[in-house]
């Protein structure tokens, strides 16, 4: 719930709400890396609040997911065409959770939910680099394709950093499967690389999301707590 930053700052123990003001005034408080305002307003499970460059933290525990998305589902807490969301997967854990960044429809694979706001800006701010592995089927000529993959490459005018792309096994059928790691996170970043590259993506699902590995034992659909080594992984020491 959203409320004036006083008294979050006053919530959490630090100061009066009349001292607040003061810090506010005074150019100390920060909401999302700008400076703050008296009268904004900020939701600790959404923003990232911080007073003299530290993080203001809510006084209830966070929850940490591990989904294995199945293909069907929009990474999203609602949908107006009344699509499947992952929220109606991890309704069970008894709080209201958010993906951290997104999968695509026909996409599958780990996917964190969490209620931790600064946890989500760590992980998708574009500087901390966090690394995403992807599983790839696709067809097409591979041999042409993987320099163009491996090299300098551009979506919406805007430069990618390398990906690094491994080379697996080919079906029967044609179906080749790439391992491709990526650091940003463009919608449909790996899909529209391979659609350049010349290749039609089959398949494509995500096993690890900085040193976080998809747990093996989870069916798609399911989804466990993150363990506190995964957590340290991710940079979060509870």
């Known amino acids: 719930m959203e409320e004036r930053l006083q008294k979050l700052i006053s919530q959490c123990g630090l100061a009066s709400r009349r001292t607040?003001?003061?810090?506010?005034?005074a150019g100390r408080v920060t909401v999302n890396g700008l400076p703050a305002s008296l009268g904004d307003r900020a939701d600790l499970d959404r923003d990232r609040v911080e007073v003299d460059g530290r993080?203001?933290?809510?006084?209830?525990?966070?929850?940490y997911l591990m989904l294995n998305k199945p293909r069907g589902y929009v990474t999203t807490l609602s949908d107006e065409k009344g699509r499947k969301t992952v929220a109606a997967l991890v309704s069970g854990c008894g709080k209201r959770?958010?993906?951290?960044?997104?999968?695509?429809?026909?996409?599958?694979?780990?996917?964190?939910?969490?209620?931790?706001?600064?946890?989500?800006?760590?992980?998708?701010?574009?500087?901390?680099?966090?690394?995403?592995?992807?599983?790839?089927w696709v067809t097409g000529d591979v041999e042409a394709a993987l320099p163009i993959l491996s090299g300098p490459m551009e979506l919406d005018g805007e430069p990618l950093a390398p990906a690094k792309?491994?080379?697996?096994?080919?079906?029967?059928?044609?179906?080749?499967?790439?391992?491709?790691?990526?650091?940003?996170?463009?919608?449909?970043?790996?899909?529209?690389?391979?659609?350049?590259?010349?290749?039609?993506?089959t398949r494509l699902k995500r096993i690890r999301e900085g040193q976080v590995q998809l747990d093996r034992r989870l069916k798609p659909g399911q989804w466990r707590p993150l363990t506190r080594e995964e957590l340290a992984a991710l940079g979060k020491n509870l």
């Not at 607040?20 to 005034?25: L, M």
């Open 97 to 136: 959770v958010w993906p951290v960044g997104r999968l695509d429809l026909d996409s599958e694979g780990l996917l964190l939910m969490t209620d931790d706001g600064e946890l989500t800006n760590h992980l998708l701010h574009p500087s901390h680099q966090v690394e995403k592995e992807y599983l790839v």
């Open 55 to 63: 993080p203001l933290r809510g006084g209830s525990p966070r929850t």
């Open 165 to 201: 792309v491994v080379r697996g096994r080919t079906g029967d059928q044609g179906v080749t499967q790439l391992s491709i790691t990526i650091c940003q996170g463009k919608n449909r970043q790996v899909r529209r690389m391979c659609a350049q590259a010349g290749l039609e993506v």
């Open 20 to 25: 607040a003001e003061a810090w506010i005034t």
